[in-house]
């Protein structure tokens, strides 16, 4: 029987003792773990190194020692058949699981991962989700940490609530009187060196606590984790058959008293059996500091990665090294930290720690200490040291070796062509698409969010708002890894692949809009093979489609796509065409559907007919020849909005205002028009909104009134005419329409009104002939700035008759 069983160790014991297979449990992502592993392995000099992690990986082991492998990485796991059913198995440079693999291949000791194979773990959630169940996650692993997995997409259910789970290390703490687990991990392990002739004891007394706890709560609620121990003892066997006593086990700490524990093959073969499986691949990826922490949704996620990766490097003097980086992070954004504050903080964190009873500084007292001494009490500085610091923003990198699907192979070419490092901190990128390289970031950038690789973001622009400017914020997170790998269905290339994810998404779109914006997408993205198919569908759509507003909202984005032409050299001959003639369809359905609209309704149209006249603008300058009677199109009916009384006032004084602008309508005519609104017979409210429509909407309405006093002294005799009964309702829409002037413009317009209509002010009035200035010099206004001229020019208060000749000038 003793095939049929696992032996362990029953002490601590050396090379060469004879006495089983070394089992190191750990915590995954703990630097004390890992330093422990690394003292054991040197200690032991074991023949073989099993490790907890997909047996899929094992060919992927050798791409650790590259010279281009930096940590922090992950195992991703995707099914063939649907690649966004993957899963992560993230490792750092302090993950003891990295340092296992590290050690043997510098020692050229095989080194294999024992776990549960990725094929039954994704098939496990599959299955669970075509049954809609919400049991436990099929990734399930060492609750000393959570998940030992990172799943992605649908690849695993979350824990349902009627699981019972522990969580060994917050039982751990509260034993031993500490009310926070990360603390008293602090404490007993990564405070701790490891000493000479000690290199077990860690292991030895995690073991017995974890064994104590599994006596207490059995699987703790992972009852997943029976399946995958059976699974790893399976192999331990294996490797002590060919190795026999020179095998070493590096696993969660929970898993170490079940692979002590004696069972027979059978009964681990038997609770194997059945398990589903799926068609996988495995390749390397890089992960970052980021998506460790907790805060990212990783199950095995921990507090303060970039505080642990700091516990793990530092050769010394962790607290000063730490202060140190913190000063540095701090005077980079120009904040005054000298040597004086270090040296402060690490006598406040050590005085903390002493206090409270600690060994060492924990992240604790360095963040108290920093909080008092470098950021003067202010939790804002602070919150920089934590997103940059504590948990950080490195990006790891993997070899160009590893496997890779060809679209990702086909991105990391044109990423070093173009020179766009995938980065972990978010950054703008500025581009100016009359440069050929620009352009071609541009491209690339489009086609990846067609296929939902949302590498970069489109930003506003800070400079120029011309149309060869385009800001983009880029940051790499490690799931776009996964997002490409889903994309390759479409193709090999980023080219080919948005061609034909383009086409399909034209195929499934369901509205006239969504058809437009993929237009637009298509241009961007330069894809001259979905554009024929694309445009198909769009005039088919435009001539189905009866509703006005679905019409008026897809012309702007079919109008913005024609000036891409100028620009990035694209065809639009025929865009333009559709676009022109679903601007003639929009002008024939306009005033009949803004006929009987509540107030809702009327808002929402006049955002449409804005909408409408700006892309006709754009569609006469960018348009042949043939289609420039659109404007004066465009124009009849604005005259027929503003001269109906079933159009909601907002509309009417809007089309007013339209045509005021566009020199199609006399200043007299306006104001005859206003006039005509803001009598007496008319409704308050409607006059209020026709005002809205008039002057408000951010359309620069506050200078049109302060340039015409003609037009303010129409609103300001209405207004004080208004019935004190009526007030109140209109009051709510006036405060909308002035709230959305500038303040300047507010302050000028009340300057205006307090004035009054004098003798000489106003159009009509003005004897100047220039509307908002009298006709005679104001003496009483010039004298008012000859102090502040003579203080400017360095005159003396006694030469008046220079000052009397300012006169004229300040005139």
């Not at 010394?316 to 402060?344: C, F, N, Q, Y």
């Not at 924990?362 to 920089?384: I, Q």
């Not at 009509?764 to 400017?792: H, K, M």
Request: with cysteine.
């Amino acid at each position: 029987m003793g095939g049929e069983h696992v032996t362990g160790v029953k002490e601590a014991v050396g090379p060469g003792a004879g006495a089983g297979p070394l089992l190191l449990g750990v915590r995954h992502h703990g630097p004390g773990s890992a330093r422990a592993v690394r003292a054991a392995l040197e200690e032991a000099r074991p023949r073989i190194v099993l490790i907890e992690g997909p047996p899929e990986a094992d060919a992927l082991i050798p791409l650790a020692a590259d010279e281009e492998m930096r940590p922090p990485v992950a195992l991703l796991a995707h099914a063939v058949d649907e690649p966004g059913r993957s899963a992560f198995w993230p490792l750092a440079e302090f993950s003891p699981e990295w340092v296992a693999i590290r050690w043997a291949l510098e020692h050229d000791v095989p080194a294999r991962f024992i776990d549960l194979p990725a094929t039954h773990t994704l098939a496990w959630g599959r299955q669970e989700d075509e049954a809609g169940a919400e049991g436990e996650s099929p990734l399930d692993a060492d609750p000393l940490d959570g998940e030992a997995a990172d799943s992605e997409g649908d690849s695993a259910p979350g824990p349902g609530p009627a699981d019972v789970r522990i969580d060994p290390l917050g039982v751990l703490a509260e034993t031993a009187g500490y009310d926070d687990p990360e603390r008293w991990w602090e404490d007993v392990v990564e405070h701790r060196g490891v000493g000479k002739g000690d290199v077990l004891a860690p292991f030895t007394v995690l073991e017995e606590a974890m064994g104590a706890l599994r006596e207490t709560y059995g699987s703790g609620g992972h009852d997943r984790d029976l399946v995958r121990e059976a699974y790893m003892r399976l192999q331990v066997r294996a490797a002590q058959r060919e190795f026999e006593d020179g095998v070493a086990v590096v696993c969660g700490a929970w898993h170490v008293p079940a692979l002590r524990r004696k069972t027979t093959v059978a009964a681990d073969k038997a609770l194997l059996k059945g398990l589903p499986k799926v068609k996988t691949d495995m390749t390397w990826v890089p992960w970052t500091h980021r998506r460790l922490s907790r805060m990212s949704g990783y199950g095995a996620g921990i507090d303060s990665p970039g505080w642990y990766g700091h516990l793990f490097s530092a050769p010394d003097r962790p607290v000063e090294r730490w202060m140190t980086k913190v000063a540095g992070l701090l005077r980079g954004e120009d904040r005054l930290v000298s040597s004086a504050h270090v040296i402060e903080a690490v006598r406040l964190a050590e005085t903390l720690a002493a206090m409270r009873g600690r060994p060492l500084p924990g992240l604790g007292e360095t963040t108290d200490a920093v909080r008092a001494v470098m950021c003067e009490g202010s939790d804002v500085p602070l919150a920089l040291v934590r997103d940059r610091l504590v948990v950080g923003d490195v990006l790891g990198e993997v070899p160009a070796t590893a496997p890779a699907v060809p679209l990702q192979r086909d991105l990391a070419r044109l990423q070093r062509r173009l020179r766009l490092k995938p980065e972990a901190l978010e950054r703008e990128l500025e581009l100016d698409l009359r440069k050929e390289t620009d352009a071609a970031r541009s491209r690339l950038l489009h086609r990846l969010r067609l296929l939902g690789v949302a590498w970069g973001e489109p930003a506003a622009s800070r400079g120029s708002t011309g149309t060869f400017r385009e800001t983009w914020r880029l940051r790499w997170e490690p799931e776009l890894s996964v997002r490409v790998a889903e994309a390759g269905v479409w193709g090999t290339t980023v080219l080919s692949a948005a061609t034909a994810k383009a086409e399909a998404d034209a195929v499934a779109a369901q509205g006239l809009a969504d058809v437009t914006a993929l237009a637009e997408r298509c241009l961007l993205a330069e894809l001259p093979g979905a554009l024929p198919t694309v445009m198909r569908i769009l005039a088919d759509r435009a001539a189905l489609d009866t509703d006005v507003g679905q019409l008026a909202q897809a012309l702007p984005a079919l109008v913005r796509s024609l000036r891409y032409g100028d620009v990035r050299g694209t065809d639009t001959g025929a865009l333009g065409e559709v676009a022109a003639g679903l601007a003639e369809r929009v002008f024939v359905g306009l005033p009949p559907a803004c006929a009987a609209l509540d107030a809702d309704g009327a808002e929402e149209m006049r955002r449409h007919v804005d909408a409408v006249h700006g892309a006709v603008g754009l569609l006469g300058d960018a348009s042949a020849a043939e289609q420039g009677h659109l404007r004066a199109r465009w124009q009849s009916v604005l005259r027929v909005l503003c001269g109906r009384d079933t159009v909601p006032g907002v509309i009417r004084g809007r089309a007013v205002r339209l045509l005021l602008d566009d020199g199609a309508l006399a200043q007299e005519e306006a104001a005859r028009l206003m006039g005509l609104v803001l009598s007496p017979g008319t409704p308050p409210a409607d006059a209020a909104a026709w005002i809205e429509g008039f002057v408000g909407g951010g359309s620069g309405g506050g200078m049109l009134l302060v340039h015409d006093e003609r037009l303010l002294g129409l609103v300001d005799a209405w207004l004080t005419g208004v019935p004190a009964e009526a007030f109140t309702d209109v009051l709510p829409l006036l405060r909308r329409t002035f709230s959305a002037y500038e303040p300047g413009v507010r302050r000028t317009l009340g300057e205006l009104v307090r004035r009054g209509p004098g003798a000489g002010s106003g159009a009509a009035g003005a004897g100047s002939g220039i509307p908002g200035f009298a006709a005679e010099l104001d003496t009483v206004r010039a004298d008012a700035v000859l102090p502040v001229v003579r203080l400017l020019l360095g005159l003396d208060e006694g030469e008046e008759h220079i000052g009397n000749d300012l006169v004229g000038v300040t005139g």
